[in-house]
């Protein structure tokens, strides 16, 4: 089974006529497939630069407001004691395991874009190999085994 997406950031023949048929119906839409097909391989990057930011402005909002609570303006307390540091401290304990699976997650990120880059090289190895073995200088041999060079126009007697 192919696990490549047929529309992805790249000049594939989807990507190519979706640009063309966007920019017939209506014109920013082309434009912005072509933006897709340029700049989408950095989208997953700016998808999480935004959740990381917006996660920290709530984060900053979950702290003042566990601080409002804590002096008794809030309704996080339950009046049980016991109950309040048992909660507080398991949300500690899930805010703890919540970092370390945002940490693991930002690993395997880095581990799958490390193992697209080095198929990318791969590939591109594959193809120069392949391309510099069909532009390679063709000659010719006789039989000492030695090669000699192709001979052109006016290098054999009978062109003179």
Not at 55 to 67: M, V, W
Not at 81 to 96: G, I, M, N, S
Not at 102 to 121: I, N, P, S, W
């Amino acid at each position: 089974m192919n696990t490549t997406a047929l529309i992805r950031p790249a000049w594939t023949p989807a990507t190519i006529a979706l640009m063309v048929i966007g920019f017939m119906v209506f014109w920013p839409l082309g434009f912005a497939m072509l933006a897709y097909i340029i700049w989408g391989d950095r989208l997953e990057g700016f998808k999480r630069d935004v959740n990381r930011a917006t996660d920290g402005i709530f984060a900053g909002c979950r702290r003042g407001s566990d601080k409002a609570a804590r002096w008794g303006h809030g309704s996080s307390r339950t009046g049980n004691v016991a109950f309040d540091d048992w909660r507080e401290k398991e949300l500690e304990r899930l805010a703890e395991e919540r970092r370390k699976l945002d940490e693991m997650l930002t690993e395997f990120d880095e581990y799958a874009r490390e193992l697209r880059r080095a198929k990318d090289q791969e590939e591109f190895d594959r193809f120069m190999a392949n391309r510099n073995k069909s532009t390679a200088p063709t000659t010719t041999s006789d039989t000492t085994g030695k090669t000699a060079p192709k001979r052109g126009k006016g290098t054999n007697l009978l062109d003179d």
